[in-house]
């Protein structure tokens, strides 16, 4: 008698076909037949197996699969730093521009520290020129003698709304780079704030970036870990409906 089919529930998105036959033959003894819709191919627990899965999925070995995998990564990797190199530039264009903008704002002692918020406004605001020509007016009200505390911390609102490690940073840039600005730190960045957020810092950094820690090295991830990480990246966005056979390829997958 025929076990009762039952669907395999996946509940975390990132996978491959890799995972999804393991997990299913990991059900094969069950009481159930689980079932997965692989990119509209039927896999059920009770009978599938790895090269067989890829034969009805990709048409190929898995092997075949893999090689193809490597070629698509190395087309991936090209892109991105396509992408990156047009990033840079246009990165480059953009702060020789506000550079050119604040001469007769900042001194010229004073531009290590613009450029360092530059850089913190470019993370917030990436693709905001806007926003960082209105941080070059800032700076010139803050060193003005229509200086109004009350008007510097509304205008001081549009650049951000709380405070946080990355806005703290800005703050000391601010406080370095104008008259008045001080006073705007007084308020915004007490020293009880400062010692919170320097905290923070050190608490993320020793959780975060472990192989600083003495003894510690975090090891070199191998070419068929990389391979296996770009795969289920790509598997998670064909499964999340960007088809391998439409023309949507996020991110310069290799997609279509």
Request: charged share 30%; aromatic share 12%.
């Given at each position: 008698m025929a076990k009762p089919k039952m669907p395999y529930i996946l509940f975390w998105p990132e996978t491959n076909l890799d995972i999804i036959v393991k997990s299913l033959q990991s059900m094969k003894n069950?009481?159930?037949?689980?079932?997965?819709?692989?990119?509209?191919?039927?896999?059920e627990s009770d009978t599938v197996t790895l090269e067989d899965a890829y034969l009805e999925v990709?048409?190929?070995?898995r092997e075949e699969y893999r090689k193809k995998l490597k070629e698509s990564y190395e087309a991936y990797k090209n892109h991105?730093?396509?992408?990156?190199?047009?990033?840079?530039?246009?990165?480059?264009?953009?702060?020789?521009?506000i550079h050119d903008i604040a001469k007769g704002v900042i001194p010229e002692d004073k531009?290590?520290?613009?450029?360092?918020?530059?850089?913190?406004l470019c993370i917030r605001h990436p693709l905001s020129e806007t926003i960082q020509l209105e941080f070059v007016e800032f700076i010139k009200y803050l060193n003005s003698s229509e200086f109004s505390l009350q008007e510097a911390l509304?205008?001081?609102?549009?650049?951000?709304?709380?405070?946080?490690?990355?806005?703290?940073?800005?703050?000391?840039?601010?406080?370095?780079?104008?008259?008045?600005?001080?006073?705007?730190y007084?308020?915004?960045?007490?020293?009880?704030?400062?010692?919170?957020?320097?905290?923070?810092?050190?608490?993320?950094?020793?959780a975060?970036?472990?192989?600083?820690?003495?003894?510690?090295k975090l090891p070199e991830p191998t070419e068929d870990e990389l391979l296996t990480s770009y795969d289920i990246k790509r598997t998670t966005y064909a499964?999340?409906?960007?088809?391998?056979?439409?023309?949507k390829d996020p991110e310069g997958m290799g997609l279509k």
């Open positions: 069950d009481q159930y037949n689980y079932y997965f819709d692989f990119l509209g191919h039927n896999l990709y048409g190929m070995s991105l730093s396509e992408q990156f190199r047009i990033h840079r530039e246009e990165n480059e264009l953009r702060k020789q521009k531009m290590p520290i613009f450029e360092e918020a530059y850089e913190i509304a205008k001081y609102k549009r650049f951000i709304p709380r405070l946080t490690i990355s806005n703290y940073d800005l703050l000391r840039c601010i406080k370095e780079l104008s008259v008045h600005g001080s006073e705007l007084d308020i915004l960045a007490d020293e009880e704030s400062v010692k919170r957020v320097k905290e923070t810092i050190q608490t993320y950094q020793i975060h970036n472990l192989d600083t820690l003495p003894g510690f499964l999340l409906g960007y088809s391998l056979s439409q023309n």
